[in-house]
């Protein structure tokens, strides 16, 4: 079954650190949707930084995250709801992550979905949380499939065709750290400050990317795997070799590795792009998660897409890092394709997206 129209989709994110809820609409069959059929609409967008949260510790603190999003998760779907000026009466279906992600978390917002739809009658959709980072460029841009992604974010770094909600095939993963990791652990080692990834970016704006010249792991090999833990490692043995760290070496450092991840990001990329073999109208080459926020990443990639004639899609950043948007979005299109899953569906720490690896039992059970 397909469904068509107009849907409304409330959508909980609760994974990581980021406490969120939206409602997003998926148009389809109408004047003005797209020549993909459908079109996508955020009515609103309410997130929930639990940096201070975390910032004390340098990290995600899996129990504090838990626990605020406990504490703040309610508040966050009635401003959602507001915002979206909808009632419950309005909703087609209720979203949530239900993995991967911390489980504490995961809980949170996969049970409060569970009751609201329980007492609500409304259908309830477990979403992958990579698949609210694979399908946001459908939202955003209302592209068609196939495409290329690149998913980057703090535990994951991709290369996957995606070939239909549901349908992706890997070409590439890490072999060691993820990308987000890689940035998170320079920031550490600098004491540039929590979240790393934009704590670089910001240092490295002042920085001079020649200065290091840094390994470049795997770059050139075959494949478009991708390895970050020797770079890591190299930038420590930098840091370990300076006398003293001052604000122009941090900035030095930050612009290097944030170069040489450029220039592997680019390589892997331009592998894929070979190995994907994707016919010509469909060569669409879009970066998501939150990595894909980065504006020196973003403006490479862009220049390796079009010197390889792919259209250059990335969401904008702050539907690159994770909201509530990007899961109601992937809610809408797995409940227009008829799946919707029941009350009995368990959270998961892990859930990989390809599909040697379909590991969610009883889920996506067509309705
Ligand atoms: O997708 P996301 O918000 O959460 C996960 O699903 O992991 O990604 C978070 C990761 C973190 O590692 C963070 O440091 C990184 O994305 N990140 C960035 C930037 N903004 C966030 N990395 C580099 N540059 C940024 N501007
Ligand atoms: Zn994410």
Redesign the pocket.
């Known amino acids: 079954m397909t469904r068509k129209g107009v849907l409304t989709i409330l959508g909980l994110e609760t ?2 650190d ?1 406490t969120a809820a939206a409602v997003v609409r998926r148009h389809t069959g109408e004047s003005g949707a797209d020549s993909g059929g459908f079109r996508g609409e955020i009515l609103s967008n309410a997130v929930f930084s639990q940096i201070k949260e975390h910032a004390p510790y340098g990290g995600v603190v899996p129990e504090i995250a838990a626990r605020a999003h406990i504490e703040h998760l309610d508040g966050l779907i009635t401003r959602a709801l507001e915002d979206a000026k909808v009632g419950w009466e309005d909703l087609d279906a209720i979203a949530a992550t239900a993995g991967p ?1 911390l489980i504490g978390g995961v809980i949170v917002g996969l049970m409060t979905a569970k009751g609201i739809a329980l007492a609500c009658g409304l259908p309830l959709v477990a979403v992958n ?1 990579l698949e609210g ?1 694979a399908l946001t460029a459908r939202l955003t841009d209302g592209i068609a499939f196939p495409y290329l992604l690149l998913l ?5 770094s991709q290369l996957l065709v995606v070939e239909g909600v549901g349908r992706y095939r890997r070409l590439g993963t890490t072999i060691d750290d ?4 890689a ?2 652990k320079v ?1 550490k080692m600098m004491h540039l400050g929590f ?4 704590a ?2 910001r240092a490295a704006k002042a920085g001079d990317a020649s200065r290091f010249h840094l390994p470049r792991p795997l770059m050139g090999k075959p494949g478009c795997d991708f390895s970050f833990s020797g770079l890591k490692t190299a930038v420590r043995q930098v840091i370990e070799a300076q006398e003293e760290m001052t604000d122009r070496l941090r900035a030095d450092i930050a612009a290097s590795f944030q170069a040489t991840v450029a220039d592997v990001l680019a390589d892997r990329v331009s592998h894929a792009m070979a190995m994907a073999k994707l016919p010509e109208g469909s060569r669409r080459f879009v970066v998501a ?3 894909a ?3 020196t ?1 973003r403006a490479r990639l862009e220049t390796t897409a079009t010197e390889r004639g792919y259209e250059f899609i990335v969401p904008p ?1 702050k539907l ?3 909201n509530g948007a990007m899961i109601a979005w992937a809610g809408a299109e797995r409940f227009a394709m008829g799946l919707e899953d029941g009350l009995e569906i368990s959270p998961l720490a892990r859930w990989p997206l390809d599909p040697t690896a379909q590991a969610k039992p009883g889920a996506g059970v067509k309705a």
């Open positions: 994974s990581c980021e992600g949380h980072h980057v974010s703090g535990g994951h993820a990308v987000g990791e940035f998170d920031a979240p790393g990834g934009p670089v970016e998660g939150g990595v926020s980065n504006q990443l950043a690159c890092t994770d």
